[in-house]
């Protein structure tokens, strides 16, 4: 089924539906009965059910069949159960994954014996919901950036020598941890003679161990060891030694006993063997003489400044979040107007302007001014959220 994904979506299904002026619908399923010796049948649509009566003959009574059932949730699970009760037919017209739900509700409609089939009415709110989706990410990669409120982790930004660290995401909400270089924590590495390789990896929320070949042969993709589970690296590290399979890890740091494993930092897969270690890192010292310069909402640009320059050349990170908690009417709007676009778009050549039919066989049409997806009429007002190019 489609949901709105709402890490993104600069608008709602609600606020589509209202600029629209009417909840589109569309053609859903056709059902019939088609039990010989039925003398009447109905179908029945309420908000959560849809509901089966035959009158007469052998299979005479009534079927509900729920939405909300597991089985029943969507459009092709309800046909599937509709075509299991005994002298009913039904088929899909609309997108199969489409909720049950979607079904418009109606009264009891006849529709025994095929010559009667009736069509049921679905919203329209699969494709909207799916067009919102898309509209909103080609939005925030037009404006290149994430408009909507993200938290990040450990983004790591280079010191350029000068006072100030400019952010790629804004407006910053929160700085929640900022920090500078990197210190070893552990090393790590595997004593294994048979394997082909040995690799590390540390990512944002596992650590990931693979022994490829050998009587020690391991992979920890399938069971990732989840640094959340560990409450500090020495119980990561007590962790990895009892997994045995020629693993061998060696403290470095002070800190071990007191910090939490998802303290680690990202690592891409690092080769070991048992001479040659891999680092497993965490940050070095935290920053706490920073500010965020203009931090409302409206005006800020994602620009932190300290006392002190930012080193150049050294890595810092932080830990933050950004993006409009919410949105602006006219970047909604810009969202909305896509949205009913590219609708519109999927009721008739996607490259057609306007056309206009004069007399006889006079005919006229323009085709549409795209760049980068977008209609031309609306890259004005996203520009003023392109990201900043300083």
Not at 142 to 156: A, D, P, V
Not at 219 to 225: H, K, Q, V
Not at 364 to 381: F, M, R
Request: hydrophobic share 35%; glycine share 6%; aromatic share 8%.
């Amino acid at each position: 089924m489609a949901s709105l994904d709402t890490a993104i979506s600069l608008t709602t299904l609600a606020e589509i539906k209202a600029f629209l002026g009417a909840s589109p619908q569309k053609d859903g399923i056709w059902i019939y009965c088609s039990q010989s010796d039925a003398t009447a049948a109905t179908v029945e649509i309420t908000d959560t059910t849809i509901i089966l009566i035959i009158t007469g003959g052998v299979a005479a009574g009534t079927n509900t069949l729920t939405f909300a059932d597991a089985d029943k949730d969507t459009i092709t699970e309800l046909i599937t159960a509709i075509n299991a009760v005994t002298g009913w037919k039904s088929g899909a017209i609309y997108n199969g994954s489409a909720p049950s739900t979607d079904l418009i509700v109606t009264g009891a409609l006849s529709c025994l014996t095929s010559a009667n089939e009736i069509t049921l009415k679905i919203a329209d709110d699969y494709l909207l919901t799916e067009l919102i989706n898309r509209a909103s990410d080609l939005i925030n990669r037009y404006c290149n950036r994430i408009l909507k409120t993200t938290t990040y982790s450990r983004e790591i930004y280079y010191g350029s020598g000068y006072d100030k660290l400019l952010l790629d995401q804004y407006p910053v909400t929160r700085v929640t941890r900022l920090s500078v270089e990197r210190a070893n924590s552990f090393s790590i590495k595997n004593t294994s003679t048979d394997a082909n390789f040995c690799t590390v990896e540390v990512t944002a929320t596992t650590i990931r161990l693979i022994v490829d070949g050998g009587v020690n042969a391991y992979d920890t993709n399938t069971a990732p060891l989840l640094l959340a589970t560990y409450a500090t690296i020495d119980l990561l590290i007590a962790a990895i030694h009892a997994l045995g399979k020629g693993w061998v890890c060696t403290t470095l740091a002070t800190d071990t006993g007191s910090r939490d494993a998802s303290e680690l930092l990202i690592r891409p897969s690092m080769a070991v063997t048992a001479t040659a270690q891999a680092y497993c890192e965490t940050v070095d010292d935290d920053i706490t003489d920073y500010k965020l310069l203009k931090p409302t909402e409206a005006r800020n640009e994602g620009i932190i400044e300290k006392d002190g320059a930012f080193t150049s050349g050294y890595e810092y990170f932080l830990d933050y979040t950004a993006g409009y908690i919410t949105i602006p009417y006219s970047l909604e709007q810009a969202c909305i107007y896509l949205v009913k676009y590219k609708y519109d778009q999927s009721k008739r050549d996607s490259g057609l302007k306007s056309e206009k039919f004069g007399e006889g066989a006079d005919y006229s049409y323009t085709l549409q001014d795209l760049k980068n997806g977008l209609p031309s009429e609306l890259l004005e007002e996203l520009n003023m959220f392109k990201k900043r190019d300083f």
